[in-house]
């Protein structure tokens, strides 16, 4: 089904989960009616994915003779080899998916084949891309059935370092995820060649499964803290732990790290030369996870955050890298072979790429360099700010949305703002506002926060900080973001962690008429 043949108005509409049939609530959700209640003032019109307005920006993005990139990707169950360790799994076919690349202001044009027993959908994660290709069900669109195929397109206005994955229950939580790049003619200069790494946390096919973990989580609530380590027990109120992230360091156990599919046992590999400038992209596709990225020994020069140029206070001897968020940094080959090494975050365990140096191969069993990651001077957020092309205009908001993060409650519900999340509720903004989002945590864990369709920029202690999608809120503390209001649409904000995401703490950035 290609866009133009998608009807306006589905029959049915499935939620996060895939079970809702279509109803008058769930119209609203999409935006395509506003209500009123006896005699008060009729609500704004919401801006709905199939808004004329939506059209006019897709069309403002994509030149008249952008070039068409066709795709054809496949969602299917299979087994998968990640390293020694046999899994079945759902993925695109590879692990990860076959990367897709593209230049900027092209037009990516994705057919996705469902083959999966679920319905499922894809979101292009960090694009500004038209509001109905966004992939979110129940709200920019019905999920893909099984046994469908629905075709993606859309125009591809910025470059850098993005991924795709599916926005149903906890499906991201297995293997249906992928790099997108899109590059830039005007880069390069800088390096001389590229390493695109995506890391994860695995668990499915190992005795258990994402539905399984999110049912166990659900059942035990705030019971579950301090029982063993078993593939996807929890640890509310108890290990793991890491004073980086500011107490607990996610709510379930993994037996398996990956860096490109693969467990550290039996790591990938990028044949490299003494001297060479290495643009690593880095990516971070977990669902519970947080990862410290380094070179052990080797400085980074970090030179974009989610995708957008930025600046560092200095070189990093490791960065630290949320679920969602995505990182270039630039090293320089040493004379001998090296690991690029991810620990899990306050868990136990890492995973990594071996970088060979000529005839000078790296050594698999890298565990002291884990060990010197561990000490290693971090990078954060705070240490980042935009590239002045990228900065945002200085400008006092229009209006400003506080998003209190909190949870979790007896049943493992996570919220924002003391509510779940509702499709046909959310934070009114208009077309061409300066928006403030105050993103208030609660809690005592820390949360990936994401925006979908738009790129904000971090207020900074000292100043203006980093252009991102996803940025870290840590524990009892408040991180506050501008955007400029410039795509029209009903825009997901939600928790990168796929189990609080999945556990309601979503809400939505509502453009209104």
């Not at 399984?212 to 035990?220: E, P, S, Y």
Request: hydrophobic share 40%; proline share 8%.
């Amino acid at each position: 089904m290609t866009p133009a043949e998608r009807p306006a108005t589905p029959d049915r509409l499935l939620n996060r989960r895939g079970f809702l049939a279509l109803g008058a609530g769930a119209t609203a959700a999409l935006g395509l009616a506003a209500c009123s209640s006896g005699t008060a003032p009729a609500s704004p019109t919401k801006v709905g994915p199939t808004s004329p307005l939506v059209a006019r920006a897709e069309a403002a993005r994509r030149p008249a003779d952008a070039v068409v990139r066709p795709v054809d990707l496949t969602a299917q169950v299979g087994d998968l080899d990640l390293g020694g360790v046999q899994v079945k799994t759902w993925s695109f076919g590879r692990l990860p998916g076959q990367e897709i690349r593209l230049k900027r202001g092209e037009v990516l044009r994705a057919k996705l084949n469902n083959r999966l027993p679920q319905p499922t959908t894809i979101h292009w994660h960090g694009l500004a891309l038209r509001n109905d290709m966004d992939g979110v069900p129940g709200l920019t669109q019905p999920a893909v059935a099984a046994g469908s195929d629905f075709t993606y397109e859309f125009a591809v206005p910025e470059a850098g370092t993005f991924w795709f994955h599916p926005h149903v229950g906890v499906q991201l939580d297995r293997g249906l995820y992928a790099p997108l790049i899109v590059e830039d003619p005007a880069e390069g200069g800088d390096y001389d060649t590229e390493l695109v790494i995506v890391f994860d946390d695995w668990l499915d096919g190992t005795g258990t499964d994402p539905d399984a973990v999110l049912a166990n989580l659900k059942q035990n609530g705030m019971t579950m803290g301090g029982m063993p380590d078993m593939p996807g027990m929890g640890h509310l109120g108890g290990m793991p732990r890491s004073d980086l992230l500011g107490g607990d360091a996610g709510d379930v156990t993994y037996p398996h790290f990956l860096a490109n599919g693969r467990t550290a046992a039996a790591p990938t590999s990028f044949a490299a030369k003494p001297g060479q400038r290495i643009r690593l992209r880095l990516i971070n596709a977990g669902a519970d996870t947080a990862f410290r990225v380094g070179v052990p020994g080797v400085p980074l020069r970090v030179t974009h955050t989610d995708g957008f140029p930025a600046m560092a206070s200095g070189e990093a001897e490791a960065v630290l890298l949320g679920m969602g968020e995505r990182i270039d940094a630039v090293f320089t080959v040493p004379a001998t072979g090296v690991p690029v090494v991810a620990l899990a975050e306050g868990k136990s365990g890492y995973a990594q790429v071996l970088v060979h140096a000529g005839n000078s191969r790296a050594g698999t069993a890298n565990e002291s360099a884990a060990e010197l990651l561990k000490k290693a001077k971090v990078q954060t957020v705070d240490d980042f700010s935009a590239a002045p092309q990228v900065n945002l205009k200085n400008r006092a908001p229009d209006v400003t949305h506080d998003l209190k993060l909190a949870g979790p409650g007896a049943k493992y519900d996570w919220t924002i703002n003391g509510k779940p999340y509702d499709p046909a509720d959310g934070l009114p903004v208009r077309q061409g506002q300066r928006v403030r989002l105050r993103f208030v945590n609660d809690s005592d864990m820390y949360h990936p926060m994401h925006l979908h369709g738009h790129t904000f920029q971090v207020r900074g202690r000292n100043g203006p900080g980093p252009r991102k999608d996803t940025v870290l809120v840590l524990p009892r503390r408040t991180v506050e973001v501008d955007f400029d209001a410039g795509n029209p649409g009903q825009w997901l904000t939600h928790c990168h962690n796929a189990y609080h995401g999945e556990s309601t703490m979503m809400t939505v950035v509502s453009y209104v008429e």
